[in-house]
């Protein structure tokens, strides 16, 4: 698929493991909150996955960025080793940096998130990566525009119409009652294609 093609929207969700569980009428694909930093790992992940794969969704899985100034970039590179060996993801899952503030107000550096994502495009090549970033942060000067396979835009805004200039891919437009997406792809075949043809 051209990225800046004009496609019908396709519907999605994204859950962590305070979503152990959710309907999947009416979905095309599930981005499944797989680890954090160098240690954690969603305990539903492997459950959520299996439900979103037994209703015919594309699967992804993501991982939350550990960072900020002064982490070296070893510890980026063991965060996407961390990733990639504890997601679960099987041939045409598509994978996803998560790139924002944490808890504590640290928010990794534009270096930092392009080192993630040159890593896991080293470590699983066959796979597609997107990046998510809300559209305050992936609009400023500073950030880069760096988004590996493609852009996962979080603006809280009619679906499908995020205010970012450029092409994205995925739009999560509410977190009410649960994070909701749209996806530019014409039909779910085609979302599946694109993500087994990484």
């Not at 969603?42 to 100034?69: I, K, M, S, T």
């Not at 790139?99 to 990794?108: S, V």
């Not at 992936?138 to 880069?144: E, I, L």
Request: hydrophobic fraction near 35%; charge should be positive.
């Amino acid at each position: 698929m051209v990225r800046s093609e004009r496609a019908a929207m396709l519907h999605g969700i994204d859950v962590a493991s305070y979503n152990p569980t959710f309907e999947t009428e009416g979905l095309d694909f599930v981005f499944v909150k797989a680890t954090e930093g160098r240690s954690y790992t969603n305990p539903h992940r492997a459950g959520q996955a299996a439900r979103a794969r037994h209703a015919g969704c594309v699967v992804g899985f993501y991982h939350f960025l550990r960072g900020g100034r002064g982490l070296r970039p070893a510890r980026i590179a063991a965060q996407a080793r961390y990733f990639v060996e504890h997601c679960g993801a099987e041939h045409g899952d598509i994978l996803a940096l998560d790139w924002e503030t944490d808890p504590k107000g640290r928010l990794p550096t534009s270096r930092q998130k392009d080192k993630f994502l040159h890593e896991v495009k080293k470590l699983r090549p066959g796979h597609r990566l997107v990046l998510y970033a809300n559209r305050d942060l992936w609009t400023r000067k500073s950030t880069g525009h760096y988004d590996a396979d493609g852009l996962w835009i979080a603006d809280y805004r009619k679906a499908g119409d995020p205010l970012v200039h450029g092409d994205w891919l995925f739009h999560q437009y509410t977190s009410k009652p649960l994070d909701k997406n749209v996806a530019k792809f014409k039909s779910r075949d085609a979302l599946r294609h694109w993500a087994s043809s990484g």
